[in-house]
């Protein structure tokens, strides 16, 4: 089992930055890939950007340029450094950690962001 924990999220005007965090409850170097996503309201979930335990990195193209996902194998924590935000960013962001070996599928409880115009 891993349990996820997000933190970071909160209220920003249009243009400012935030950095999310995911905070697992075991080496994230046993975790395959560590994915953050978004639910807008009313929208379906929907993938921001992944890391792989080698340090494989892979975007949205929403997020392309403005976000950066990183790794901290000594804290066990993802980030999601988001700069530029628009009020379109606006949503609950999940955290998502998956192990291919034992086919474990695990979600954080979710962080708002509230982008103001």
């Known amino acids: 089992q891993v349990q996820l924990v997000e933190s970071g999220g909160g209220l920003v005007q249009a243009g400012g930055s935030l950095r999310l965090s995911c905070a697992a409850s075991?080496?994230?170097?046993?975790?395959?890939?560590m994915t953050w996503y978004r639910q807008a309201p009313g929208k379906q979930r929907e993938l921001v950007a992944a890391?792989?335990?080698?340090?494989?990195?892979n975007y949205a193209d929403s997020g392309k340029g403005r976000f950066t996902i990183s790794s901290d194998n000594a804290k066990n924590t993802v980030y999601l450094q988001m700069n530029s935000l628009q009020v379109e960013d606006t949503a609950v962001y999940y955290c998502?950690?998956?192990?291919?070996?034992?086919?474990?599928?695990?979600w954080g409880q979710g962080t708002q962001v509230t982008v103001s115009s």
């Open positions: 998502r950690g998956v192990v291919v070996t034992s086919g474990g599928d695990y």
């Open positions: 075991r080496s994230i170097f046993s975790i395959n890939v």
């Open positions: 890391i792989t335990s080698g340090g494989n990195t």
